[in-house]
């Protein structure tokens, strides 16, 4: 196992965020789960997992709307989410 790089570690934590920022509203935090095939018990245990990272933000870049709302929220360039998800992708 190597050490994670500062970008891995960027984007993790931007998706981490993203996630917060995603299950603050009910409706979008049941889309996020039904899209996903998780259930709360199964986001909390893979949490860490590359993959379900970029999936929750993949979720998100499904729906513009989501998207922007999250990267104005978390004050960050929509595309920051993109890349992030594209780096977990990546490390999957």
Known sequence: MHP???NEEAAETTA???IAWTLSDEDRAARLLALTGLDGAGLRARIGE???LAAALGFLE???PDLLACADALDVAPLALVRARAA???TA
Do not use: G, I
Request: proline letters at 7%; zero cysteines.
């Open 62 to 64: 499904s729906h513009e």
């Open 16 to 18: 981490l965020r993203a």
């Open 88 to 90: 977990l992708e990546d």
């Open 50 to 52: 590359p993959a379900v």
């Open 4 to 6: 994670a790089s500062s």
